[in-house]
């Protein structure tokens, strides 16, 4: 491959991917945002999760690939690792959900054989990808790399670049691909990574036989595929270089993989091998340490409700829970990542009402969920004692729309809030007022939770006389208007045309002890 060819390309098209920008991480999504922006259109993730192809053999399955295999299966994809290994055995160690292929089946075991004795497995599988693809179609995904949210269905190809490598000619990675069945591009690349393997082999290149085929024919030989190339922040922001980005808590890696275009993680399992890195000994707040312990558990935000106390778990003081964190982790994990606002209305159950429990266990779910957010708390009780510099709280008045505007919407100046959730004092007028004042401040596409919809408290009856905020949201759903004693026509209009739907999810101890439904709305705005 003419390396020097290569690289003028990738320099004229892909000016972001310079050798300086390795290290400048403070802005380095920054620089490749304009270039994605126009390809984002290619990645429909509304589409049903569709099949993962990868391959492992010759070596125990470590903990960064279980790791990755459990992301896939976490997010719904059908797994085939294809392998040389004997089935059953590998199977017995893979989490439920993978099923095991035979690789002989895709290239042939003579073919596997000619290399193993000089070539480790993650060598042979630069080509086999290739192979794979080409009998296959859909995606290839190494089971290093850790899914962050559900790949997107995609019509034709895709492609990653990475960071470093453009001085040696490898432009892109072949850690996440996508391609149709039988398509040519796969049985050129399959060919050619063979070859360049027979040719290659003692010559210290073979690792990176893949990435250099394929770069040579998406900028040379094939330029009509150009246009599904990706930059490298959505799976490779953090590059392979920087291993120790993955296994330290700091902030340049959260700012790294807060970006909304990010889909997946690489966690370069060889880099790890070669620096003697352990996922066991990460820093729990490490990025690999916290996807590490999300993936470990099929609803981590469960388990945060469970070790905070919180109600909104699957269970509480000994009795069913509302449960709402079902819902939320298939609304909310798509974020986690992200530098979320997020402000809660109502931080300690019972309190007023005599409850000893006077902690803030909703906050530190979502502070230990969201490690790149910023948490608002309300509560009519003074609470500024959790007050941090990922924690803001205000002390208002929920029933008061002149409290609300004052101490809260006054307070945030301006600032756009991607969730509320309203778990204050459940009464209807409370919630409409509340709606009235913070739906505007919720960011385009953000949402607004308003929990414990059937809970009828005492001090309704001397608040205004208005339609329940379940009533009022059913009659919104099938009728398109906002009817409240809480606000004017006008008003109403307004709301109601920001609203993109509305959504209903059940309180598990609603239904489980008083059989009624959709104790939770879900609104969403329209972006």
Partial sequence: MDKQVATAVSALEFPFLHTRNLFDRGSRNLLTSAYDEPKLAQLDFASPPAAIHCFWSASPLNALVLLGL?????HGHAVSLYTYDPPDELARHLPSGVAVRLAEEVVPRPIYDEFRTRLDAPGFSELFRYAALYAAGGWWVDPDVVLTRRLPAVRNHFFCSQWSGVESGHLLTDTVLHAPKACRHMLHLYRSALAALRQGIGDGASRDIGQNVLTEHVLLRAPELKRHVFSPTLFNTIDRLETDLLCTANRDAAELVSDPRVIGISLWNRSWTEAGLQLGRAEPASIAGLLSAHYASPNRLTTLAALHSSDKGAAYRGTTGHHYTRTYRSLLEPLMLRPVRIMEIGLCRGLLEGSPQADVPSLRMWLDFFPNATVFGVD?????????????????????????????????????????????????????????QLFPLVAAGGLYVIEDLDIDPPEASSRPQTPTTKAMLEHFVSAGRLLSAAWSREQSELLASQIDLVEFYDSDCMLHFHGLHGGLAVIRKKR
């Fill in 380 to 436: 009519i009780s003074d609470f500024s004692w959790f007050a941090n510099d990922r924690a803001r709280i205000f002390r208002a008045d929920q029933s008061s729309e002149e409290s609300l505007r004052e101490r809260v919407v006054k307070e945030l100046d301006g600032t756009a809030l991607d969730i509320v959730l309203d778990d204050g004092s459940h009464v209807g007028w409370d919630q409409q007022i509340t709606f009235k």
């Fill in 70 to 74: 459990r992301s896939f299966v976490h």
